[in-house]
T-cell receptor, first 113, second 112 residues
Framework: GENVEQHPSTLSVQEGDSAVIKCTYSDSASNYFPWYKQELGKGPQLIIDIRSNVGEKKDQRIAVTLNKTAKHFSLHITETQPEDSAVYFCAARKWGSQGNLIFGKGTKLSVKP | SQTIHQWPATLVQPVGSPLSLECTVEGTSNPNLYWYRQAAGRGLQLLFYSVGIGQISSEVPQNLSASRPQDRQFILSSKKLLLSDSGFYLC???????????FGQGTRLTVV
């Protein structure tokens, strides 16, 4: 089955700097890769996703890149702000599978003002 | 618009007591429904998912069970809680054939 590895587990940056979180997946059949942001005591919120027919997707300060050959994808946050502080999860899933998002273990991002 | 409701937000239960967590989705029909558990410092582990009324798939063997008595209602239960059942439980939904999953606000369960 699918296995998703996420690094780093914690990340601390200064406000205004960029943050990069990386994930690798094992199942080459996976073709959907979302990123979730979870604030303390709340459920995860989808912030961006990418499908395997796209190499990069950008939404304002957030971008995701996908390398299918290497089976890894990354989240890039530019011009970080204190409100970006949260736990970020990557996930992978096969198109058409009834399941099931397989999640990484999360990255706790702290943005210091 | 679609919304997902999950309650209670927090729950403290003694070992051996029963459990019932409820999740409902509004604004859509025939959704896929999911229960996840998030242990402290760990990722989200899928416990159960359902593609329709009465259809439940279990991903991991455990002390918990799930039921879907109505199209947009998903219930997580246990007859006798264990200390190891403590965690943050999340309900989620997705449209049939869609890949995006949307999460509820979660229930923090502490078994004492």
């Amino acid at each position: 089955g699918e296995n998703v590895e996420q690094h780093p587990s914690t990340l601390s940056v200064q406000e205004g700097d960029s943050a990069v979180i990386k994930c690798t997946y094992s199942d080459s059949a996976s073709n959907y890769f979302p990123w979730y942001k979870q604030e303390l005591g709340k459920g995860p919120q989808l912030i961006i996703d990418i499908r395997s027919n796209v190499g990069e997707k950008k939404d304002q300060r957030i971008a995701v890149t996908l390398n299918k050959t290497a089976k890894h994808f990354s989240l890039h946050i530019t011009e970080t702000q204190p409100e970006d502080s949260a736990v970020y999860f990557c996930a992978a899933r096969k198109w058409g599978s009834q399941g099931n998002l397989i999640f990484g273990k999360g990255t706790k991002l702290s943005v210091k003002p | 618009s679609q919304t997902i409701h999950q309650w209670p937000a927090t729950l403290v239960q003694p070992v051996g007591s029963p459990l019932s967590l409820e999740c409902t989705v509004e604004g859509t029909s025939n959704p896929n429904l999911y229960w996840y558990r998030q242990a402290a410092g760990r990722g989200l582990q899928l416990l159960f998912y359902s593609v329709g009324i009465g259809q439940i798939s279990s991903e991991v063997p455990q002390n918990l069970s799930a039921s879907r008595p109505q199209d947009r209602q998903f219930i997580l239960s246990s007859k006798k809680l264990l200390l190891s059942d403590s965690g943050f439980y999340l309900c989620a939904w997705s449209r049939q054939g869609s890949t995006e999953a949307f999460f509820g606000q979660g229930t923090r369960l502490t078994v004492v």
